[in-house]
């Protein structure tokens, strides 16, 4: 059997690699950019630095600087108005996960038109304008990914889009762009990378392909990412973690993500927790249920994580990846449902819809152990603390 691979156009990777963009854009044949960004992107001089390198490469370019984080149907309208305003050809995403994704929606409804859910899986995506990511966070791998995910208005659904057409043609991989990330964004993004990776190694549509670069990024991020958090500055640490990222999104991409993931947009959708900390509340417990399914890869995972060692029978390696994840999450300090603020009755209610929205995504059924709804709101209790 084959695996089918799809992966950006053209990749920069490394530091000063965001200072390329003008260079990256004549390659692609694009000439009347579309800037989209956050707030915090245009008030800490992200953007002004994008801006000016493509103002003395002769590059005019607009800025929507209004993408808002877990970005909704209405913050995408408000995008396709700027969009509407100018002559653009293309998108250049400038952010975290939040700014590309909404960056892959602008392209593919300035082409196409109408609403983003009509693009929900399982429907299909066709190909819109060129979009060129540089991923500030390390992140969401969206950069790397042909996925976009985008909060519907009316339902409230975190709705989950995939195809080749949200694919970026350009990703420019620049490390030093996550040196400001603070330590809860840190952490968050970073389990976020590494759920991306371990899903992706268990996942029943894992290949070859996506299984070398899922190990290294598990390798990479659990050797790397505390001193992310307490060494904000530390470069060599950053560069890891960026490539990481990078890695997860390539990996999932190609071998989809699982359970975890499939149960934590329901959690961002509904209580607002910023997706990798929705994740990490459900990393450890996920994978406790989902390690019958497939012990002899979640030791790899083990292994590849240094939470077992080569010799370590895949019983005992097993039961240290749990354990480990635990500690990881304990060492971050990532918080429980409870602890976050979430609404304890709101929660106990809702658990019917969120099993739901999770089994409808898709995700669940790539799992190595496949879950009913009922053990999904099972796990939704479990985490509960
Ligand atoms: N498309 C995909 O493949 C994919 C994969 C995973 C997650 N996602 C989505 O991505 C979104 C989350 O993205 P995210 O976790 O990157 O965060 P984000 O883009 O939502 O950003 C969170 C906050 O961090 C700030 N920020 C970004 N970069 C910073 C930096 N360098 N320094 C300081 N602050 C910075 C932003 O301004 C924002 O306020 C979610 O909506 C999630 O569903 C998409
Ligand atoms: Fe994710």
Request: aromatic letters at 6%; hydrophobic letters at 45%; charged letters at 15%.
């Amino acid at each position: 059997m084959t695996a089918a691979i799809y992966l950006p156009q053209i990749m920069r990777i490394g530091a000063g690699a965001s200072a390329e963009l003008p260079q990256v854009l004549a390659e692609l044949s694009v000439t009347r950019p579309l800037l989209v960004t956050d707030p915090f992107m245009r008030d800490n001089g992200y953007v002004e630095t994008v801006v000016s390198a493509l103002d003395a490469a002769g590059i005019c370019c607009g800025v929507f600087a209004d993408s808002v984080p877990d970005p909704t149907t209405d913050s995408i309208a408000a995008g396709m108005a700027s969009w509407h305003n100018g002559d653009y050809d293309c998108v250049v995403a400038l952010g975290g996960g939040s700014s590309i994704d909404s960056a892959k929606a602008i392209a593919v409804l300035a082409r196409h038109g109408g609403q983003m859910r009509d693009y929900k899986v399982p429907n299909p995506v066709p190909r819109g304008v060129p979009i060129i990511a540089i991923p500030t966070t390390a992140g969401t791998g969206s950069e790397a990914t042909r996925a976009t995910i985008i909060t519907d208005c009316e339902s409230q659904e975190k709705m989950l889009c995939m195809g080749y057409g949200l694919m970026p043609a350009a990703a420019l991989v620049d490390y030093e762009l996550t040196l400001s990330m603070p330590y809860r964004l840190t952490a968050d993004t970073g389990i976020d990378s590494l759920c991306h990776a371990m899903e992706a190694y268990v996942s029943k549509k894992a290949n070859p392909f996506t299984d070398s670069v899922a190990l290294a990024a598990m390798t990479a991020i659990t050797s790397n990412i505390r001193r992310a958090c307490d060494e904000p500055q530390n470069r060599e640490v950053r560069e890891a973690m960026m490539l990481a990222a990078t890695w997860g999104g390539m990996a999932f991409s190609n071998a989809s993500v699982t359970l975890i993931h499939g149960m934590s947009r329901p959690i961002g959708a509904f209580y607002h927790v910023p997706h990798g900390m929705s994740n990490a509340m459900l990393m450890p417990t996920v994978t406790e249920f989902s390690l019958p399914g497939a012990p002899v890869r979640y030791a790899d995972c083990a292994r590849a994580m240094g939470f077992a060692s080569a010799g370590e029978s895949d019983a005992s390696a097993g039961a240290a990846l749990v354990a480990g994840l635990y500690q990881l999450n304990a060492d971050l300090s990532v918080p429980s449902p409870g602890a976050f603020g979430i609404d304890r009755q709101h929660y106990f209610a809702s658990l019917g819809s969120m099993a739901e929205q999770a089994l409808a995504s898709g995700s669940p059924n790539n799992n190595p152990r496949v879950p009913t709804a009922q053990e999904i709101e099972h796990l939704y209790k479990a985490v509960w603390t």
